[in-house]
């Protein structure tokens, strides 16, 4: 088999109703903050199953927000997992606070939890004020089951869940419960920046259940300025606003919000072709001992942003790939070693799970685009070189 085109390993998928959606937008009395914002907010967040949705112009601001609402400063400090993008690390970093990394679960990838307990038994109580954690590659955390630990030790959560749109974990009450819902987690944070499962170019939503995070949200994301009569110190009259706090613009456009509804009324299919794209891997890869696919309890959903396998020669498999124009990446070089947070005191062998994984994973092509063909040929190639090695 042979192809004329690279094949990377994600991609957005932009439909004739899309462009029509912007369109209209551009055409439209508001290209920020009208009223497509509000309705891409309300429908996100129905979609998750959380009270409250804020968009922002990109996950790393949403981060960011999500930390500044929650107090993080000088002198905060909080436990971070460090296979992720860096932008769950650098938030804690923008507002002056530490970061301490938690290794993973060798199985799930996500922050392991006996180790974040033993990390937190470590210190004297109060040393640390949160975490944040990764749904990563689109696996849901338990969240009840973290909800238990941080509330032991007075913790808020961040969950990082730019992987997870549509993922769910089983409660303990067999309850479904979804990535991002606000029941657990304090804040939750979506992407959707072209790689990821919406596409607004950039983009992001923080969700939660809590109406005084909600408020805070709001008023960073726009300078700290409010115009809300129950919250001003004086009013001068109907011109007047207030910046009460040292905010940022962190806003959405409409013409965004446009794209984003458009794409979420998409969202389950897109899903839905993900789980069938992991099962055609799973099935391919049966069997080759020297090829570990992603692990997955049967009583989760999960969201395959990526499809991450582990295999001997990792270096060895990217470059044959990209000699046959299969855009393999990696996912991620673990933050504690990234020259910036080794500088702060981070070393190499500080956790081990995390750099074995590093040094196996590759993630294939995951994106609901992703034809057949064009997957059984990334197929053939990984099984090319997996078996002349
Ligand atoms: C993509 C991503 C981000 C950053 O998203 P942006 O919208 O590009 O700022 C943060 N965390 C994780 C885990 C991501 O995958």
Redesign the pocket.
Known sequence: MTIDHDIPYGRQTITDADVAAVNEALRSDFLTQGPRIMEFEERFAGYVGSRYGVAVN????G?HLAARALGVGPGTRVIVTPM??A??ANCIRYCGGDVTFCDIDPDTYLMDEEKLVEILDRYPDGTFSGMVI?DFAGYPHNLERFRRIADRYGLWIIE?A??APGAWFTASDGSHQRSGNGKWADCS?F???PV?HIATG???MVTTDNPELLERLRLFRTHGITRDPALLERNDGGWYYEMQELGFNYRLTDIQAALGISQLSRAAEGLARRQEIARRYDEAFAGHTDIRIPSRADDICHAF?LYVIQVPDRKGLYDFLRENRVMAQVHYAPLHLMPYYKNLGNREGDLPVAEEYYRHCLSLPMFPALTDEEQDYVIEKVLEFIERV
Not at 58 to 61: F, G, I, L, P, R
């Open positions: 990109n996950a790393t601001s981060l992720t993008f932008a769950s990764v990082d730019c992987h944070v992407s959707f920046h990821k950039e983009g992001g942003h």
